[in-house]
């Protein structure tokens, strides 16, 4: 996983929901809404050139395994 990658999500984290996010913490412990969620998932898409499905931002755990899912797809497309 790259630190970039969990770095980026942290901020487009912090733009949408307005605070920082812890990066271990599960998301679902969070409050996710799912405009919110289709929101960070244009943000993804539009900064980091990397096509999320709902279902992977769903399924991850923390940031930091929503970034793991970025980098699995960037390396996919590659």
Known sequence: MGQSTVAELAVIWQEV??????LDR???????QSVKLIEIILRVQERLSVTL??????????LRTLADE??????EAA
């Open 70 to 75: 970025v980098d699995q797809v960037r390396d």
């Open 53 to 62: 499905s709902l279902d992977a931002v769903l399924l991850a755990t923390s």
């Open 17 to 22: 929901f307005g605070e920082e996010p812890d």
């Open 26 to 32: 599960e998301l679902t412990e969070l409050g996710i």
